[in-house]
């Protein structure tokens, strides 16, 4: 069963548009959940949420995580082409190995 | 201060043949994982290893093996490749130690891209 699902699956925005994106999951020993973005190339961290209700920010970027409701968003205000990208969450799991399971990713174009 | 190095960074094989995909971290990261990408299908963890000389399976093991003789170097195989196999391949590590709530971020390679006709 899918342990971690992202929604939408994709989506087309135009510039200056505000976007949410969503993750749910269901792990048993839930340690973090991480956000990351894919362009092309190798993911790169952008968000380690642990604690429900604290909100993280980098610039135009946001994200909460509500753990009653097993689930986070990401939000991406004032979007740029260079946000363009594939949007990948991941939830690891503490126990041995720390396992991360990743969600299959929201697919973001930016629209001129 | 490379990070994650994976090599070759391209390859194509034939089915059947069998190649080897390195990862190597300068990071001193005890955690080492191996996942491929496909389209649709997100990450998806093929093996992993908490430490030097040990090596445990993930989610989708068959037809890999692996390796973790040093603890900077963590080597997936493929002994006998087959078009199912045709995958972007990514290594991924943490630094692994004992710590209060989720402190540990996955730092990634580039990707290994291989085809296998």
């Known amino acids: 069963e899918d342990k971690v699902v992202q929604s939408p699956l994709s989506l087309v925005v135009h510039e200056g548009d505000t976007v949410t994106l969503n993750c749910s999951y269901e792990?048993?020993?839930?340690?973090?959940l991480l956000w990351y973005k894919q362009e092309k190339k190798a993911p790169t961290f952008l968000f380690m949420l642990?604690?429900?209700?604290i909100e993280k920010k980098s610039g135009r970027l946001s994200s909460i995580l509500d753990k009653k409701e097993l689930s986070s968003i990401l939000n991406i205000t004032a979007t740029q082409t260079g946000d363009s990208a594939i949007y990948l969450c991941a939830v690891e799991e503490g126990r041995t190995g720390n396992q991360f399971y990743f969600g299959t990713g929201t697919s973001l174009t930016v629209i001129p | 201060n490379a990070g994650v190095t994976q090599t070759p960074k391209f390859r194509v094989l034939k089915t059947g043949q069998s190649m080897t995909l390195l990862c190597a971290q300068d990071?001193?990261?005890?955690?080492m994982y191996w996942y491929r990408q496909d389209p649709g299908m997100g990450l998806r963890l093929i093996h992993y290893s908490v430490g030097e000389g040990t090596t445990a399976k993930g989610e989708v093991p068959d037809g890999y093996n692996v390796s973790r003789l040093k603890k900077q170097n963590f080597l997936l195989g493929l002994e006998s490749a087959a078009p199912s196999q045709t995958s972007v391949y990514f290594c991924a590590s943490i630094k692994g130690t004992t710590y209060s709530s989720g402190a540990n971020v996955l730092t990634f390679g580039a990707g290994s891209r291989l085809t296998v006709l």
């Open positions: 642990t604690s429900s209700g």
């Open positions: 990071m001193n990261h005890e955690y």
């Open positions: 792990v048993t020993n839930f340690r973090s």
